[in-house]
């Protein structure tokens, strides 16, 4: 199992002391040794392991934050805390807490997708020029009090940035041609496909499900379509586990590896590889610009 530390996870504890490095080089083995060690944060998709304060000289007690996916794991944050465990009565703590763990994962998808509208610019730009503005905070909230789930932090950090593809010749600039879904429509498509299924029984649920037919989840949000208007098939995103998942009108919906938000970026691309090289379904092609990446 690979562990990553991005540099600027690196960066960000430079400050935490001198003894920080070596910790974070030991906890990287025993993640290595034992992925599941970690404990579920107040992010979707995110585990939370401690480091004492004690074990390791010059280094103070700290939070690591890390995403695990099928063959690798990323740390996505460390943050200082307290050598005593917060008082379960005491509910600042655990919000400053959220607040800083939401502020490192806007910044690196901030950073990431700056890279990939970089990309974009120089290779592909019609499908820049097609994505649109992003959502202010006030929309996203209201966009929450609609489908009553809390949208989680990177979602939350995408759509600051833009707030859908629009799309060339009907062909998005994410994996296999896929699009952003525009804002706006994400709401309609989750209602509707609530009411696709509203009344079901446990046993029914159950033998659609075993059918290989998804049955939506009042916890899933739209996120990605087979095309800006093309809803035939697309990913949801599953706040509860931070997994990306697969809709399909045909019943089609086999993934090869469980997927989440980070997979649609590369932290670190390497010069002349595509910013999504990571993704574990196809690199992104650029249909109007007929850009073909990677493998393409």
């Known amino acids: 199992m690979d562990v990553e530390i991005p540099a600027l996870v690196r960066e960000a504890t430079a400050g935490l002391g001198a003894g920080?490095?070596?910790a974070l080089k030991v906890l990287a083995g025993q993640l290595a040794e034992d992925?599941?060690?970690?404990?579920p944060s107040s992010?979707?998709?995110?585990?939370?392991?401690?480091i004492?304060?004690?074990t390791f000289e010059d280094c103070p007690a700290l939070v690591v934050g890390y995403?695990?996916?099928p063959d690798r794991i990323e740390v996505r944050y460390v943050t200082g805390t307290q050598h005593e465990a917060p008082a379960d009565n005491d509910p600042d703590l655990g919000r400053d807490r959220h607040t800083a763990d939401e502020e490192v994962?806007?910044?690196?998808?901030s950073d990431a997708w700056a890279r990939i509208t970089a990309w974009l610019v120089a290779h592909a730009p019609a499908s820049y020029e097609a994505l649109r503005s992003g959502a202010g905070e006030g929309t996203i909230e209201a966009l929450e009090v609609g489908l009553g789930v809390r949208v989680p932090a990177e979602l939350r950090a995408l759509w600051r940035l833009t707030?859908?593809?629009d799309g060339v010749d009907g062909g998005g600039c994410l994996p296999g041609n896929m699009a952003l879904m525009p804002f706006e429509e994400v709401e309609v498509f989750y209602r509707q496909q609530l009411r696709h299924h509203a009344g079901l029984d446990a046993l029914e649920v159950r033998r659609l499900e075993d059918s290989g037919v998804t049955v939506w989840k009042p916890w899933w949000i739209p996120v990605i379509s087979n095309g800006p208007a093309d809803r035939t098939s697309g990913l949801y995103l599953d706040t509860e586990s931070g997994f990306l998942g697969l809709w399909s009108r045909y019943n089609d919906t086999y993934l090869d590896e469980r997927d989440t938000l980070v997979t649609y970026r590369d932290p670190e691309p390497a010069e002349g590889v595509t910013p999504c090289a990571r993704c574990t379904a196809e690199p992104p092609g650029v249909f109007a610009e007929r850009a073909l990446l990677a493998t393409r």
């Open 20 to 22: 920080v490095p070596y």
């Open 105 to 109: 994962v806007g910044r690196e998808i």
């Open 52 to 54: 004492d304060g004690v």
């Open 35 to 39: 992925p599941g060690m970690g404990e």
């Open 43 to 50: 992010l979707p998709g995110i585990l939370d392991v401690r």
């Open 67 to 69: 995403i695990r996916e």
């Open 163 to 165: 707030a859908g593809d």
